[in-house]
């Protein structure tokens, strides 16, 4: 299943491209030319993702970022504000509503892209559906297989996620409030301590070929992945 992108751009050449590279790379493309088409454009099933231009017709992209960080059904679509402003003080603006990255016209495809999935690696780590690589360790989402050094693994579901939020954010500490965010998701209410079991079930797993020290505790602080 494709990562739904709505793409508010006034300038049509300029929306046409983009929306052709973001297909070409795999994203269902949404489009909106002005304020009010992309309020209508924000419903559910709500797009993944928000490419928003600074200046629209009917408003401003900052206004209409804004309204979408205050409403609790949207707040957690990420925003990438597309803008010939390069300001600093702008930028601030933009950080201060939400907004959660900027390309800075012009940019290039190839930039464009980057900037997309880096956002979309931060706010969902699995849903680009890459194949990650970490010192001999491989694993593939799609399939949903994890190996070592060729060497198969079988891990149970939420070790799969953990594993690959780990190997999405590595040599970073998190809490184990953050893991539960990140691997159970906000509004599913477990104990702190749950992490802590998976964490065990993970380590016991990688250990065959000497990787469950990847897998650190920062005592009083959380849990980092490292290969150092």
Partial sequence: MSIKILVVEDEAPIREMIT?????????????????????????????????????????????????????????????????????????????????????KPFSPKELIARIKAVIRRVSPTALEESIEFHGMRLDPVAHRVSINDRSLNLGPKEFKLLHFFMSHTERVYSREQLLDNVWGTNVYVEDRTVDVHIR????????????????????????????
Avoid: C
């Fill in 201 to 228: 079930r993970l380590r016991k797993a990688i250990s065959g070929e000497g990787h469950e020290d990847f897998i650190q505790t920062v005592r009083g602080a959380g849990y980092r992945f490292t290969g150092k």
């Fill in 20 to 104: 052709f590279v973001l297909e070409q790379n795999g994203f269902d493309v949404v489009e909106a030319e002005d304020y009010g088409q992309a309020q209508d454009k924000i419903i559910e099933p709500y797009p993944e993702l928000i490419l928003l231009d600074w200046m629209l017709p009917g408003g401003t992209g900052i206004k209409l970022a804004k309204t979408i960080k205050q409403n609790e059904y949207t707040r957690n679509i990420p925003i990438i504000m597309l803008t010939a402003r390069a300001d600093e003080e702008d930028k601030v603006k933009g950080f201060d509503v939400g907004v959660d990255d900027y390309v800075t």
